[in-house]
Structures are given as structure tokens and as C-alpha cells.
């Protein structure tokens, strides 16, 4: 499969991340990938930016060194009822909008709770993408989490860094192939994502492309294969 893009990516804006947008602009180049979505923490996560950042983003350009670029944000679940550090108006007016569970925002509930704030947070109609849904830290139901992507149209995202033997989350390999298995049951699509936070590891698939590879996956439910693919999941017009 030809690996096109990448969209969950960090910048120094994140507060813990290495470079800029410009050279992780150049190292997508490098790696000739169509298109590169930046999505940085939001303001929850200790050392990321404020809101005032992301309502600022209309400035930078949407093409730079030939590749596309879709500016966004990773925003933090804060309760179980699915609510955001993000306010909606915001969510709008960005490219692509990322939500994921972090322990420094969030304590870990029971596998009830922590699914159900999944499962709330699909129900906003600007959130396109369920970021590393593989911690174990946050035990999930996910034969629930797979059908309510199915039906809220949210990609589930494999998440190259989880699958990082160096990576906190826990038990990130087996929770994969769960997800993996029941979204090929269901035909249920994913995006796999690097979750950069430097330059040299866009486009990472070192680890997440092996299990693929060991699942069978079929090339027809990864977003990844073409910019159209992805786009057909994001909630707006850009």
C-alpha cells in the first residue's frame, strides 16, 4: 500500500515536541508524502497552546514544498459524558479535529465509563478521528467503540507511537489487534497515524504496518491509500 499521508502530527506549539511547521513540512516533503495534518495538543495538555493559537491558524498556508496541509487540533477528553477542552465553535473552524483520552487530563473509569466517553465524543459532529484508542490504562469496550465509529463515520486510529516498545501506553499491541479484527468484521475503516513529535518520525510505520501486515488487514479500510480516502471522513468542506 502506498502510505500518502499523515495526520496526527506535533509541533513546539505542543509544548512537547521539537520543530517547526516548516520543518515538519520538509520532512513530509522528503518522504513524498500528498498531505500532512498538524494537530496540536489543546490547552489542557501542560505546556500546549491556548485557544488563541488554533483561532490563528487561518493565517498559514494550506501548501507548502508540494505538499497539502490540514491544520488542526488533538483535543483532550475531560469527563466521561465526552466533554472537551475545546469549545465547538473552535472545533468548526478546524481542518481536522482529533480527540483522545491523556492521564494528565483525564483519570482512567471503569471500561463502562471510559467507553462511554468515547462514544459521547463521536456524537459531535465535528470530530473526526479517535486518537490511540489502544491504552490499556483505559480499559475499553470495543466491539462498541468499532460500531458507533461505523455509525458517527469517525476513523479509529492506529497509532504507530503506541505500538512503540519505548511508548507509557500499556498493552497498546493486543488492544490493536482486537480493534483491528472487529473493524475488518465490521468494515469499519482506520487512519494510521504517526503521532510525531519530531520530524524523522512522520510517516512512521514501523511498528503499526507489521500488524497489518500479520492481520491481513484489507488496503481497502485504511484511509492512508489516498488524500480522497480520508477526506471522505472529515465533517466539513475544506
Not at 511547521?21 to 513530509?28: D, F, I, L, Y
Not at 522528503?30 to 489542557?44: N, P, S, Y
Not at 500488524?211 to 480520508?230: C, D, H, Q
Request: some cysteine; glycine content about 6%; overall charge negative.
Amino acid at each position: 500500500m502506498e502510505y500518502v499521508l499523515d495526520s496526527h502530527t506535533h509541533t513546539v506549539a505542543s509544548g512537547h515536541a521539537y520543530n517547526t511547521v516548516k520543518e515538519m513540512v520538509h520532512a513530509a516533503a522528503e518522504k513524498k508524502l500528498q498531505l500532512l495534518g498538524i494537530t496540536e495538543h489543546a490547552e489542557k495538555m501542560p505546556g500546549s497552546c491556548n485557544n488563541i493559537y488554533f483561532r490563528n491558524l487561518k493565517v498559514l498556508p494550506r501548501r507548502m514544498e508540494g505538499v497539502e496541509l490540514l491544520f488542526g487540533v488533538e483535543a483532550n477528553i475531560m469527563d466521561f459524558d465526552g466533554g472537551l477542552d475545546v469549545p465547538d465553535d473552535l472545533l468548526s473552524a478546524m481542518d481536522v479535529v482529533i480527540v483522545s483520552l491523556h492521564p494528565v487530563c483525564l483519570d482512567a473509569g471503569t471500561k463502562e465509563q471510559n467507553t462511554n466517553a468515547y462514544l459521547r465524543t463521536m456524537e459531535n459532529p465535528y470530530v473526526n478521528i479517535i486518537g490511540h484508542p489502544d491504552d490499556g490504562r483505559y480499559p475499553v469496550d470495543y466491539e462498541r467503540l468499532v460500531l458507533a465509529a461505523k455509525k458517527h463515520h469517525v476513523l479509529l486510529e492506529l497509532n504507530n507511537h503506541s505500538l512503540d516498545p519505548g511508548c507509557g501506553r500499556e498493552n497498546a499491541r493486543i488492544h490493536d489487534i482486537e480493534m483491528l479484527r472487529l473493524c475488518m468484521k465490521y468494515q469499519v475503516p482506520i487512519i494510521m497515524n504517526s503521532d510525531a513529535h519530531w520530524c524523522d518520525d512522520i510517516a512512521d510505520t514501523r511498528f503499526s504496518m507489521p500488524l497489518i501486515k500479520e492481520l491481513g488487514f484489507p488496503e481497502e479500510l485504511i484511509v492512508n491509500r489516498s488524500v480522497e480516502a480520508y477526506k471522505a471522513f472529515l465533517t466539513k468542506k475544506l
